[in-house]
């Protein structure tokens, strides 16, 4: 369930170069990368796959994993459109579980059974603790958007683990990394929502969600209905994302990142797709009054997520809204203020104590 699509590896990297450096990457290695590249889906010299891939392959023959691990995350990107791209996937899971004796925090790759349209399936999560014993401690569920998954928010993980007094576990969001085989449409909230009882039943009863970007549909659904404790939704989209201006308007391919992730085969028109993304939208839920405490984010110049999906949590009981003045989407270029001001909100939340990153 999957189709390329008409995007130029200049574009690629005009959008996402800071953020492959914010990771971890080289800034030097992106350069490399920029000058290499020079199409997005060719499996040969030149193509975007093959040469990051190459790139990570010589730094895990130097032992270095989990850089790897980082490089076969720009591999995939942005969406598992085609085989090659699977491949750089399980090559990134590899890698990453070798670089895992050397987190600061205890690692632990399980495999959840969730119920999903009446059946069960396995969904493959990554926990980290500073406990051995989970039950003594909240669960965090943490998860990134449409083309960022969960190894790739690494250091946000190890960072939530060590000053949020929870233990977090991260998954990715239906549609996406190891969960492609669950279309991301209305149905796969059972997937989220499964994921919650079973974190419930590993911790000590507590439960946060934080999420960014497209993960910030399914925390803003968790917190509005209640399911968990707390809910942080950074960047996501809840209702006029999903309008046609907006989607008609998506920059670098986002449109057909979210068709990918929804189950399209090929190319829609912008009907099919606001038909098809209709059934994402939280306003039934935002209708209602009631919801846990919430603190919703974004930066004001997002070119993704309007403003509206942001402010419209304003005045709602128990939420804080912050839309920040001069970043853009997930407020990504402020991260390390807007990180550690969501993870002091939590162990608030979750553990009652002040004090943390913040």
């Known amino acids: 369930m999957s189709y390329t699509y008409p995007i130029e590896s200049e574009a690629m990297f005009e959008d996402r170069a800071a953020q ?8 030097a290695d992106v350069e490399r990368m920029r000058s290499a590249i020079g199409d997005m889906w060719s499996d040969g010299p ?3 796959v093959p040469e990051w891939s190459a790139l990570a392959a010589r730094y895990a ?14 591999a995939k990107f942005p969406c598992l459109a085609d085989a090659q791209r699977e491949v750089a996937l399980a090559k990134q899971v590899e890698e990453y579980l070798a670089a895992s004796p050397s987190f600061p925090v205890r690692f632990e790759r399980r495999v959840l059974s969730v119920p ?4 069960k399936i396995e969904v493959p999560v990554h926990i980290y603790s500073t406990v051995d014993d989970y039950t003594s401690s909240p669960m965090l569920l943490i998860s990134g958007g449409v083309d960022t998954w969960k ?4 250091s946000m993980c190890v960072s939530a683990a060590t000053h949020s007094g929870a233990t977090v576990l991260a998954f990715d969001i239906p549609g996406t990394g190891e969960l492609t085989r669950v279309p991301l449409n209305a ?3 059972d997937v989220v929502l499964g994921l919650v009882d079973a974190a419930r039943a590993l911790g000590n009863g507590k439960i946060g969600h934080l999420a960014l970007s497209f993960g910030g549909n399914y925390s803003a659904m968790t917190g509005l209905t209640g399911v968990v404790d707390a809910a942080v939704d950074d960047g996501g989209p809840v209702k006029d994302s999903f309008t046609a201006e ?3 308007r998506l920059p670098y391919g986002m449109a057909d990142i979210v068709a990918n992730a929804i189950g399209f085969t090929s190319q829609p028109t ?6 098809a993304s209709a059934q994402l939208s939280r306003a039934a839920l935002l209708e209602q009054p009631a919801n846990s405490p919430m603190l919703v984010v974004n930066g004001a110049d997002d070119y993704f997520i309007p403003q509206s999906d942001t402010l419209v949590f304003t005045g709602r009981t128990d939420t804080e809204v912050h839309l920040i003045e001069g970043t853009g989407h997930v407020a990504r270029s402020k991260l390390d203020t807007v990180m550690p001001m969501m993870i002091g909100w939590l162990r608030r939340q979750l553990t009652g104590q002040t004090g943390g990153p913040e």
């Open 151 to 154: 190894m790739d928010i690494h």
């Open 46 to 48: 030149g193509g975007w």
């Open 116 to 119: 999903y349209l009446g059946a």
């Open 61 to 74: 023959e130097k032992g270095d994993h989990y850089l790897a691990s980082l490089i076969y995350g720009c």
């Open 270 to 275: 912008l009907d099919e797709l606001v038909d």
């Open 187 to 189: 149905d796969a909230d």
């Open 246 to 248: 907006n989607l008609g």
């Open 20 to 27: 492959f450096v914010a990771f971890g990457v080289p800034a």
